[in-house]
């Protein structure tokens, strides 16, 4: 591992959740730091103003600017490809690498990775989102091998409201999808306060969790050279080989 990990993050303009996690997730780890840099997101729906809010220039210009930084990796911490295509996912990280010279992942195309790393196929899927944006997140999931056989969402569309979800809902969520016995469960929003009780959930209900803020930490960990398994009680996900 080398001496020092710097991982670069991509982060919603209205997201204050992922940055305390992210850290916090890396404090077991000596030498190992986050840096962040924004582009605008307010909004998650499906018009026209919202999508557009994930056009490729501003995410470039972020990630230049962690460029200077010297990180290791960039990771998109943000889960838009669930409704935009993960094809979106798999573009944006190459036009990274090719602007920056430094690998980059994603939330979305990690827990694909995941999953398939697992030999795990069926999904429960818990996110905050609203009815048209959850049934485009369940057709592409499905595209990509991963049949969502149960979801829960709670209808919100400000993209700041989304870390006002609180841990009595996130819980009945889990254990309601849980309930349909999926091979996974995927805590899909990196605004949502939910990998820190990862762990607890996959004792009470026998399944992995995959959260989107640690889905793409895993990435950038391995990206950088690291061992995503010295993260320890943050579910059992960071127990997956690296790639």
């Known amino acids: 591992m080398p001496d020092r990990v710097r991982l670069g993050i ?50 470039l210009d972020a990630a230049r600017l962690l460029a200077d930084a010297k990180v290791q990796a960039i990771g998109w911490s943000g889960t838009s490809a669930g409704w935009l295509g993960l094809e979106r996912d798999e573009a944006l990280c190459a036009a990274i690498t090719k602007a920056t010279g430094i690998p980059a992942c ?11 790393a697992n030999g795990r ?4 899927l818990v996110s905050p989102y609203v009815d048209a944006v959850q049934a485009r997140i369940v057709e592409n999931f499905a595209r990509h091998g991963m049949p969502v056989v149960a979801e829960r969402h709670s209808g919100i569309s400000v993209n700041w409201d989304f870390c006002l979800v609180g841990e009595p809902e996130l819980t009945r969520m889990v254990a309601e999808v849980a309930a349909d016995k999926p091979d996974a469960i ?6 949502l306060a939910a990998a820190q009780l990862a762990s607890r959930w996959e004792r009470d209900y026998h399944l992995a969790v995959y959260d989107s803020v640690a889905t793409v930490l ?19 996900l960071f127990q997956t080989p690296a790639p």
Do not use: Y
């Open 10 to 59: 991509l982060t919603p303009s209205s997201n204050t959740v992922l940055e305390p996690l992210t850290s916090a997730l890396l404090a077991g780890i000596p030498g190992a730091s986050a840096h962040f840099s924004r582009f605008r997101v307010t909004e998650i729906s499906l018009g026209r103003e919202a999508l557009g809010q994930f056009e490729l220039a501003p995410i």
């Open 106 to 116: 994603t939330s979305t195309l990690a827990l694909r990775e995941l999953m398939r």
């Open 121 to 124: 196929r069926t999904l429960g």
């Open 186 to 191: 995927a805590v899909f929003c990196t605004n």
């Open 218 to 236: 895993w990435k950038c960990l391995a990206l950088a050279g690291a061992a995503p398994q010295r993260i320890k009680g943050w579910g059992g």
